[in-house]
């Protein structure tokens, strides 16, 4: 099938590590990308990773990729108020779509 | 720094009549996008479009939906006779020239046009 998946929610606390788990599904994939979506805006880029690489920091964020179990993570440190919001990988197939997953929704307690 | 634009912000339809969404691409980009974002759910792939001509659709694209660019700068999604499950936000995106090194360009998407059909 087509589905991207991802857990639905993850809840942290200020000052914790997230991560965040998106599984795909197109071994030739060629790039993968995390979106940040705040309530009622737009999609965010907040950071790419081209598939022969395993790792990409940008900095509070790790991106981690395992192509052979075609799974992304995202990892957020020193996670923020600011970071709650819903987040979504996608995999981008040739130049022409984007399959987008299911979203996370992250909660940061204060 | 370039950006894409969307107009309307907000559009309220009445079921049957036609809708046309509108994009401006950043300005040397030369692919497009439309997705949608069912409320709740996730973004879906809708068309995209290059050279003039839808490179690829999904199912969800049918007969009712059409695209163009009509002056170079503009590039419209035009439902043609809404229904109550079109409702929806839609999105649209643009992308530059892969380069030969492979790297590609990433898609920057607008802000989004929130569709409600009564």
């Known amino acids: 099938g087509e589905d991207v998946e991802q857990s639905l929610f993850l809840s942290v606390r200020e000052g914790d590590s997230s991560v965040i788990n998106c599984t795909y599904t197109?071994?030739?994939?060629?790039?993968l990308y995390w979106y940040k979506q705040e309530p009622g805006a737009g999609l965010q880029l907040l950071t790419y990773?081209?598939?022969?690489?395993d790792m990409k920091q940008d900095q509070r964020l790790t991106v981690l990729l395992n192509k052979k179990d075609k799974h992304l993570s995202l990892r957020i440190a020193d996670t923020q108020t600011g970071d709650s919001a819903i987040y979504f990988c996608?995999?981008?197939?040739?130049?022409?779509?984007?399959?987008f997953g299911t979203g996370t929704r992250l909660k940061v307690l204060a | 720094e370039p950006e894409v634009t969307q107009t309307p912000s907000h559009q309220v339809t009445q079921m049957g009549q036609e809708v046309i969404l509108r994009c401006v691409p950043i300005?040397?980009?030369?692919?497009f996008y439309w997705y949608r974002q069912i409320l709740g759910q996730k973004v879906e792939f809708l068309v995209s479009?290059?050279?003039?001509?839808?490179?690829?659709k999904s199912e969800i694209f049918d007969d009712q939906f059409s695209v163009e660019r009509p002056d170079g700068s503009n590039f419209t999604l035009k439902i043609r006779s809404t229904k109550l499950e079109d409702s929806a936000m839609y999105f649209c995106?643009?992308?530059?020239?892969?380069?030969?090194?492979?790297?590609?360009?990433?898609?920057?998407f607008g802000p989004g046009t929130r569709l409600l059909v009564l």
């Open positions: 996608a995999e981008s197939r040739g130049t022409y779509k984007y399959i």
């Open positions: 197109d071994s030739s994939s060629t790039y």
């Open positions: 990773i081209f598939s022969n690489m």
């Open positions: 300005s040397n980009h030369l692919y």
């Open positions: 479009f290059y050279n003039n001509e839808i490179s690829e």
């Open positions: 995106a643009s992308q530059g020239l892969w380069r030969d090194n492979g790297r590609g360009e990433t898609q920057y």
